[in-house]
C-alpha cells in the first residue's frame, strides 16, 4: 500500500498500515453526649462520603512514574485529608486509584491495578505490562480528555475496561493486542504505530 493509498473497511481508515481511526439520619432517644458522639462519627463519615473517598485510596499528585512514590498521595479517612504516599498503588493496596486530568504517569515497571481512572494520561512503556484486575465493577475507567497509551501490553482478562465517551486509546507500537473494553461511540481509538503487523484485538466492537 503506497502513501496515497487509503482502503475504508467497517468504518477503519487504513493508510500505510500506520493510523486506524476508531468512533468512538432522625435520632431520638440519645443523650447529650451520645448524640455529640453520634454527631462526630456521622460528620467524618459524611466528609469521607461527600469527597467520594475510600481509606488508601490513593490518586496523583504530579506527574511521574508509578512505581515513584513522591507521584502519589493517599487519602487518609482517620483525618479526612491527603497524604504523603509511602508505597505506590495497586490492585492489593488501595481501592481506587485515579489520575488527575493535569498530570501523566508513566508506567516503567509491571504493576498490577483494579478500579483505575484515568483524567490524566497513562503511558505504557515497551516491553511493560499492565494488567488490570479483574475486581468488583468496572477495573479501569478512560474518561473525557483522559488518555491511555499502550507501547507494551495492558492484560484485561476477565476485567471490565470502561472507554467513555471523550477519551482516547493511542496504540503506539507494531503489532501488540488493543484491550478489549465497552467503548463509547464518541471514544476514540487511535493505532499509531504500526509499521508492518496489524495489532490483535482490532476486530471488537468500538461503539
Known sequence: ??????????????????????????????????KLSLSIVLSVLLIGFAQGQADNSYRAKQSGNWNNT???????????????????????????????????VTVTANVNIDQATIDGIVAVNSGITLTVANGGGTDLTVNSGGTLLNAGTIATAGATVTMNAGSTYEHTQNGGTIPTAAWNATATCLVSGVTTTVPAGINQNFG
Not at 477503519?12 to 468512538?24: A, D, E, S
Not at 487518609?76 to 501523566?104: C, H, R
Open 70 to 104: 513522591n507521584t502519589w498521595e493517599r487519602y487518609n479517612l482517620a483525618t479526612t485529608a491527603w497524604v504523603a504516599a509511602v508505597a505506590t498503588p495497586s490492585n492489593t493496596n488501595s481501592p481506587s486509584i485515579n489520575i488527575p486530568a493535569a498530570y501523566t
Open 1 to 34: 500500500m503506497n502513501s496515497t493509498e487509503q482502503n475504508k473497511c467497517g468504518g477503519i481508515t487504513m493508510q500505510q498500515y500506520n493510523l486506524f481511526v476508531l468512533p468512538k439520619l432522625v435520632v431520638r432517644n440519645f443523650s447529650f453526649f451520645k
